[in-house]
């Protein structure tokens, strides 16, 4: 019998501005094999047309149909498992040992848990609350009697939590809504034979970058596993939806949209690096195209230091007098940087 075990885990993950996509990247990124996979997708953007309705996606990287609550379950690296509370509960009391021998096995475990009995960063002022929240269980440790976790306290980052923690989260975490399942990821490295010289699939990352230009309904693909999202808008049309929710000042207490829009620029800076590192970019469209995120990029981070200073003063007339005409600016040079860049991989 194992005294511990860490299964592995890369701490900085490239998105982490939702954990769905912070936990994922966190385990595939322990290979670099995911870096083209990585590259061909995180293009598209959709954001719901009223917040008012749906379920609180009001920013967010599409990544296709979702399906158990969780839009990751068809994943090239992943063998995932999906498995009901009540289930687990029925069939044991001891849930300590239930997640360390998942672990054992290979398992990662994705869980929600009541951050109240959490270990909370106190230099931030971080106070308890009863917060129910997703959490990545990567390892244990039978002598000090802990799990190690990756989640939100508040920042993403990986925490010990002892057994008698993690028991009473558990406990408190009421079986409802999302509430209801928890998740077992196993690793899987990708077959020799289906591995690339570089992973990168240049025609399906032209395709997504026309597809995001035009605001295209890419759910319509997907029709086959689940119905359209119609209340959704895509790509660059976001923006128009972006202008006219937070146009009403209902919706800056949350930090997580703007901090997506932050991080999708980031990422396509970096896709535009690796393009240009491949062959697939010339010098010149290299240079313009970088010149031209960095700028997009820069205007983001506007926005996103607006509203965390205008969340700090609980003054929200700062990020109010800055957002449209920043988001407008945005809107009007990602549409002619993206005319360029897909130009540029002809």
Not at 35 to 63: A, R, V
Not at 87 to 116: E, K, P, R
Not at 256 to 282: D, F, N, T
Not at 291 to 304: F, N, Q
């Amino acid at each position: 019998m194992s005294t511990k075990k860490q299964l592995p885990i890369h701490l900085k993950p490239e998105i982490v501005c939702y954990s769905s996509h912070a936990k994922i990247l966190s385990i595939l990124a322990t290979d670099d094999c995911f870096k083209g996979w990585f590259h061909n997708n995180y293009i598209h953007m959709c954001c719901q047309k009223d917040f008012k309705t749906g379920n609180g996606i009001h920013l967010d990287f599409y990544m296709g149909p979702a399906k158990d609550f969780t839009f990751y379950p068809i994943n090239p690296w992943l063998f995932s498992q999906v498995i009901k509370k009540d289930l687990l509960n029925g069939m044991t009391d001891n849930v300590v040992d239930f997640v360390i021998q998942c672990i054992d096995l290979g398992y990662y475990v994705d869980i929600h848990l009541d951050q109240y009995h959490l270990p909370k960063d106190e230099e931030y002022g971080h106070e308890p609350t009863h917060f129910y929240h997703d959490t990545l269980i990567f390892g244990y440790d039978r002598e000090q009697r802990s799990f190690d976790i990756l989640g939100y306290t508040p920042f993403f980052r990986a925490e010990k939590v002892s057994f008698d923690q993690f028991e009473k989260a558990y406990r408190d975490c009421p079986v409802e809504r999302w509430y209801t399942v928890f998740y077992l990821y196993s690793y899987q490295p990708m077959p020799d034979s289906r591995k690339s010289r570089e992973g990168l699939d240049v025609p399906l990352i032209k395709e997504s970058l026309e597809s995001y230009l035009g605001s295209r309904n890419i759910s319509r693909q997907f029709a086959m596993i689940e119905f359209e999202y119609r209340d959704f808008a895509y790509g660059m049309e976001t923006y128009t939806y972006l202008r006219k929710n937070y146009g009403t000042g209902e919706y800056w207490g949350d930090i997580r949209p703007m901090y997506a829009l932050w991080e999708h620029k980031k990422c396509m800076l970096q896709r535009i690096e690796v393009l240009y590192e491949r062959g697939h970019l010339s010098t010149i469209g290299y240079e313009a195209s970088k010149k031209e995120y960095e700028e997009i990029k820069h205007l983001t981070e506007l926005i996103k230091q607006a509203q965390l200073k205008s969340l700090m003063l609980e003054d929200f007339s700062l990020i109010e007098k800055k957002f449209d005409t920043l988001i407008s600016e945005i809107e009007e040079r990602e549409g002619n940087a993206l005319v360029r860049l897909i130009e540029s991989l002809d």
